[in-house]
């Protein structure tokens, strides 16, 4: 079982916003478990939080850009890719700014300063979907893909061509996330002639330098605007060095563009909200092709989840038998639908009916074709969630509860006779007055039969 993990302290980085040119203060804190990654925008009236959430992504124009209730962020990428690089699930961002600072356009710097602030594990298990079958997403305009495919842990490929000479086709790899520091974090961002010409002419890359990105030259470079980057840039003099990249700046890898590229999918897919443990192979990523699988992914992970049956073990001894139930509830036969309880929490409740062809409302319900009633599947359920609330009482025998909502009930499976069902109820919200709101879930046959909200007040009879 691996730990989630958060840093041990805050920390502060300083730079400046690579489009808005604006100075930023970043403060990486240390997040409860199962927070994730969440962005705080201090500068806004009441800090509005925005999660880094696949479903904000609202454009993907020269980074990753989210919003959410009208709240912007943009370049979340490279801090992203730092978080998961070093192994991190849990990190809250206070920002000054509507974007973390580009320092050098890689994620040496975030990594640098997660180093600084320390790693601890936390008390609770990581959250990782396991890859059991390919995933794929194409953009047809594109022809970009990327795939994942099962593996023993997280690894990453991209594969890069621009179709132009002065970059050709380049591959990356990070086989272990363990590498990612020594083989992905440095590699910084890059882009081409055209399009620093494009982004300068519409006042863009504010805080952009030859520091920060590469620029591969293209096209030929004229006079004009080699000295519209001189001034954009604080330069006295720019050239292209021999192998097409203007000066000041020396490549640390051959292949940087790819493991830029490769460091953009990690964090882009950071957006997931869950760890993956899979192999991804990317053919000619972006942001935008990123974020659509991400959404894709984390789509198909919520399905599964929600449709996820857990395992009860019947070999153990219940923690409550049928005449402790009726120690506890005011049913009786016919109306008693619960037989055991399996688990009981301050926040959930797991109990067992077995079915069988007795059941007085199989007699016309229905002849020659018995399946049990919906209605009472979900009195069950509430008779199961009725345990859990009154076991927050210290007479319990002279309270009754009463249904006062019933939403989104769902009816996926017949039940039959034979059939075991297990029902599962966690507290939507602490139980407040007496009332009980729960989200309750039965389960027959390894499948989801039956699902619901359901809302019920404790009222006391003596």
């Known amino acids: 079982m691996v730990k989630q993990k958060t840093i041990a302290q805050e920390v502060t980085i300083n730079g400046v916003g690579l489009h808005t040119g604006q100075q930023v203060v970043m403060t990486l804190k ?3 478990v199962n927070n994730g990654f969440t962005f705080v925008r201090v500068d806004l009236p009441g800090s509005p939080v925005i999660e880094a959430d696949a479903n904000y992504v609202v454009s993907t124009e020269r980074g990753t850009n989210l919003e959410h209730k009208g709240v912007q962020l943009h370049t ?3 801090v992203l890719a730092a978080f998961v690089g070093c192994e991190l699930d849990n990190v809250i961002i ?3 700014a509507s974007e973390p600072p580009i320092m050098d356009g890689s994620s040496k710097f975030f990594v640098q300063a997660v180093e600084e602030a320390g790693i601890v594990e936390q008390d609770a298990e990581r ?6 079958e390919v995933i794929s997403y194409v953009d047809e305009r594109t022809g970009s893909e990327i795939i994942v495919m099962p593996a023993d842990e997280y690894q990453v490929t991209t594969m890069v061509d621009f179709g132009t000479k002065v970059l050709g086709t380049q591959n990356a790899t990070l086989k272990n ?7 992905i974090s440095e590699a910084r961002t890059f882009s081409f002639l ?3 010409e494009t982004l300068l002419a519409h006042g863009l890359i504010k805080g952009g330098d030859l520091n920060n990105a590469i620029v591969y030259v293209d096209k030929e470079i004229s006079d004009e605007t080699l000295q519209n980057l001189k001034v954009a840039f604080g330069k006295d003099n720019i050239a292209v060095k021999p192998n097409g990249i203007l000066d000041n ?3 640390h890898y051959p292949n940087e563009a790819a493991r830029h590229k490769l460091l953009d999918v990690i964090g882009d897919l950071a957006l997931i909200g869950t760890r993956i443990r899979g192999k991804v192979i990317a053919n000619k990523p972006g942001h935008f092709v990123n974020t659509q699988f991400a959404k894709k992914m984390s789509k198909i992970i919520k399905a599964e989840r929600r449709n996820q049956v857990p395992v009860f073990d019947l070999n153990k001894e219940p923690l409550m038998d049928i005449n402790k139930i009726m120690a506890v509830l005011p049913h009786r036969f016919p109306m008693l639908l619960v037989d055991r309880i399996l688990e009981l929490s301050d926040s959930h409740v797991v109990g067992m009916k077995n079915v069988t062809m007795n059941e007085e409302f199989f007699q016309g319900h229905f002849p020659g074709a018995p399946v049990m009633p919906g209605v009472l599947i979900i009195e069950a359920m509430a008779q199961t969630g009725g345990i859990l609330a009154l076991s927050t009482v210290p007479d319990p025998e002279n309270y009754l509860t009463y249904f006062m909502k019933i939403d989104n009930v769902r009816f996926k499976q017949q039940v039959l006779p034979g059939d075991t069902l297990f029902f599962k109820l966690d507290l939507i919200s602490p139980i407040r007055r ?10 027959a046959n390894g499948k989801v039969v039956t699902e619901a909200e359901l809302m019920a007040q404790i009222v006391k009879t003596k």
Not at 434 to 443: F, K, P, R, S
């Open 30 to 32: 240390p997040a409860p």
């Open 76 to 78: 979340t990428e490279h």
């Open 94 to 96: 206070d920002l000054n």
């Open 127 to 132: 959250n990782e979907y396991i890859v059991k």
């Open 177 to 183: 996330m363990s590498d990612f520091k020594e083989e």
């Open 194 to 196: 055209h399009e620093i």
């Open 249 to 251: 700046l020396t490549l």
């Open 434 to 443: 007496g009332i009980c709101h729960m989200q309750a879930v039965a389960y």
